[in-house]
């Protein structure tokens, strides 16, 4: 199917846009703007700057609007990340997980599972630097192993973002063709969102669902009408 005349893909502008909803959290998706970025860079040099301006007249508007209800916004913020640093914080994390065994004052050890998410996107476009390179497809990916690899953050509440690869997998399932597939996909789906609700329901903290980005990673993997990782 050919896409629409007016797609992202014909708009660059529009599209790199989009890339402010994803901004707002941007160390939980750190592969995608890697991604971008050399994706950009082989690019002409006028969709380059569309994309960057489309970004970037997004994000003006994106803080105008809180700005203009609450002007102290970004003082808030930055006393937020000064007075109440991330390293107080226990998140949903590896690297939360590295502190909690070898020693909890050890902060650099949150960024320990990065080295392992940058590895995997360097082979992966050394791999494939031949190939062109189709956002429909990788985007999935990159999103779950930035997510299962990030430093910080990854709150139960920042799992809508790998709602798209949960719609990646869903979008492919046919239960006629690949039954095995298709059962094996709504054990998983219900399985991981059904412990999930007894967590929650037992009024669990936020550390505790450590286990819920790489168990969608691995379903993912295994799910996914594609073989290529």
Not at 100 to 120: N, S, T, Y
Not at 191 to 210: C, P, Q, V, W
Request: glycine share 6%; with cysteine; proline share 9%.
């Amino acid at each position: 199917l050919r896409p629409p005349p007016h797609s992202c893909r014909h708009l660059p502008w529009l599209a790199g846009a989009a890339g402010v909803l994803i901004a707002i959290k941007p160390h939980l998706v750190y592969l995608f703007w890697i991604a971008l970025a050399a994706w950009a860079v082989r690019r002409p040099l006028p969709t380059r700057w569309k994309v960057i301006a489309g970004g970037l007249i997004a994000g003006l508007i994106a803080t105008a609007i809180p700005m203009a209800l609450n002007p102290h916004v970004l003082d808030q913020y930055r006393d937020a990340m000064t007075q109440r640093t991330p390293e107080q914080w226990k998140s949903p994390t590896i690297g939360s997980i590295l502190r909690e065994a070898f020693g909890p004052e050890r902060f650099d050890l949150q960024f320990v599972p990065m080295i392992f998410g940058l590895l995997w996107i360097m082979a992966l476009g050394w791999r494939d630097r031949n190939r062109p390179w189709d956002w429909s497809e990788r985007l999935p990916m990159l999103l779950l192993v930035s997510f299962v690899t990030a430093s910080y953050g990854a709150w139960p509440f920042d799992l809508v973002i790998l709602l798209p690869a949960v719609i990646h997998v869903a979008a492919t399932l046919d239960h006629r063709a690949e039954r095995p597939r298709f059962v094996a996909a709504i054990v998983a789906y219900v399985l991981i969102n059904g412990i999930a609700l007894g967590m929650n329901l037992r009024h669990m903290t936020s550390e505790t669902f450590a286990w819920m980005a790489p168990s969608l990673l691995i379903a993912y993997v295994f799910l996914r009408p594609e073989a290529k990782v």
